[in-house]
């Protein structure tokens, strides 16, 4: 089915470092967006990718839609203690119009102790 | 500020009880949705609503009842709820024409007891 997989689930930052994350599909999507979630908030866009093998930037974030169209990577570099929260990807559902997007299961960051 | 409002943001209720969950835009968008977000799960989108009919229901129990009586407005009546139905309830809109990324409210915090 058209399930996303991120991978790893959590992960522990420290400060200044470079972090990655992915996002991977049996199923070809053509567009993968990329939200970040702060505790007691609702997800917030970060980005959107919408041609394979895009490559964009917001910030310290870097995003690309994977060649294959079935895969999506985050990069955060330099992370700082406000980049912790849940990380999701999401994608439409092919089969359906508009707007109704289906979400991996996220990747937490936390900060390393 | 997404331009999503959604109240109330905490709600505990009993199974006996009946409830409404609240989402107000006001950015002239015709579509909203609801999506359920239950701990270790991914978001689940389970109405959509466009030009203020119902379009998708996705076999959500019968105890959960949408209503959108104006573009501005959706509520999600409850009553009779399970416990395994506390959950984040998030209220999204489409702000763009075609596929375009989702912008959440902050949701629902719902607990029933």
């Known amino acids: 089915g058209q399930q996303l997989n991120q991978s790893p689930q959590s992960m522990f930052i420290q400060e200044g470092e470079d972090v990655s994350m992915n996002c991977t599909s049996s199923s070809i999507f053509n567009t993968w967006l990329w939200y970040k979630q702060d505790p007691g908030e609702g997800p917030v866009l970060l980005i959107a990718l919408y041609k394979a093998g895009e490559l964009t930037s917001n910030g310290r974030l870097t995003a690309q839609f994977g060649i294959t169209r079935k895969d999506s990577f985050l990069n955060i570099s330099a992370s700082i203690p406000s980049d912790v929260g849940i990380y999701f990807c999401?994608?439409?559902?092919?089969?359906?119009?508009?707007?109704?997007?289906?979400f991996g299961g996220g990747t937490r960051v936390l900060v390393k102790p | 500020e997404t331009g999503v409002t959604q109240t109330p943001r905490h709600l505990v209720m009993g199974m006996t009880n009946k409830k409404s969950l609240k989402c107000e835009q006001h950015?002239?968008?015709?579509?909203m949705y609801w999506y359920k977000q239950s701990a270790k799960k991914p978001l689940e989108l389970m109405f959509v609503?466009?030009?203020?009919?119902?379009?998708e229901n996705n076999s959500v129990p019968s105890r959960f009842s949408p209503e959108c009586p104006n573009s501005s407005h959706l509520f999600l009546h409850l009553h009779t709820l399970q416990p395994e139905d506390s959950a984040l309830y998030l209220c999204?809109?489409?702000?763009?024409?075609?596929?375009?990324?989702?912008?959440f409210g902050n949701g629902t915090r719902l607990t029933v007891t």
């Open positions: 950015l002239g968008h015709n579509a």
């Open positions: 999204a809109i489409p702000p763009g024409q075609g596929v375009s990324p989702l912008h």
């Open positions: 609503y466009s030009l203020e009919e119902r379009v």
């Open positions: 999401a994608g439409p559902l092919i089969k359906a119009a508009g707007n109704k997007l289906t």
